[in-house]
């Protein structure tokens, strides 16, 4: 066990709805990064959160966005879905070490 | 693009025998994880090695680093049935904790 939760496990949606994926961290873990792996892929950044703010994005386009709380809870919004975001939506959370531990993903599929 | 690549992309071996699976990178980095990922789910974290460590060892796993020619081993020795999985590097060459994985190498351990 990680210690990191995600949920729903999973998710399907059809083109042009909007999502939210949510990510429950270790406590005393600052950073929450989300990951999507498409099938058969390995996992590409999306963007990273420390203490509530954005730090660092990957190649997602700005309908990819994200909050992080104070309760080391995090969610991933995606608006108008494509059939391109069917993907394993991964979160981790950093320790100070940099070890990042995931959580078990959350399976979207967009019809 | 994604930093690492994994060789082979495939493995199959009896159990019992050594598994070895090998990453290479492209920039310089601070250091580099191996997971592993049963069926689609979670990342498991299996051990992180720095930029200026040679070789670590964890029960059955050893994973070395040369920096010269940006490439990591990792070997599964005594392999079993469980060890049935996709194994993925990471670098931070992202940024800190801003993992970028390979396309990870899918082991089958057959009995």
């Known amino acids: 066990e990680t210690g990191v939760t995600q949920s729903p496990t999973h998710l399907i949606k059809t083109r042009g709805q909007q999502v939210t994926l949510r990510c429950s961290s270790q406590?005393?873990?600052?950073?929450v990064s989300w990951y999507q792996q498409a099938l058969g892929q390995g996992p590409q950044f999306i963007f990273q959160y420390y203490r509530e703010e954005e730090n660092g994005r990957g190649n997602f386009p700005p309908r990819f966005s994200g909050l992080q709380f104070p309760n080391y809870s995090s969610e991933l919004n995606v608006n108008a879905l494509e059939l391109d975001d069917s993907a394993l939506y991964l979160c981790?959370?950093?320790?100070?070490?940099?070890?990042?531990?995931f959580g078990p993903g959350t399976r979207l599929t967009v019809l | 693009s994604q930093q690492g690549e994994e060789d082979p992309q495939a493995l199959s071996i009896q159990e019992g025998e050594n598994a070895t699976m090998n990453c290479s990178y492209k920039t310089s980095i601070n250091n580099l994880q191996w997971y592993r990922q049963n069926s689609g789910r979670g990342l498991v974290h299996l051990i992180l090695i720095r930029s200026n460590e040679r070789e670590k060892h964890s029960g059955r796993l050893r994973v070395t680093l040369d920096t010269s020619k940006k490439s990591s081993s990792l070997l599964i020795t005594a392999s079993r049935a469980a060890d049935t999985a996709s194994y993925f590097c990471?670098?931070?060459?992202?940024?800190?904790?801003?993992?970028?994985f390979g396309q990870g190498t899918r082991l089958t351990i057959n009995p």
């Open positions: 406590s005393g873990h600052n950073t």
């Open positions: 990471a670098t931070d060459a992202g940024g800190a904790q801003k993992l970028v």
């Open positions: 981790a959370s950093a320790s100070p070490e940099d070890t990042q531990y």
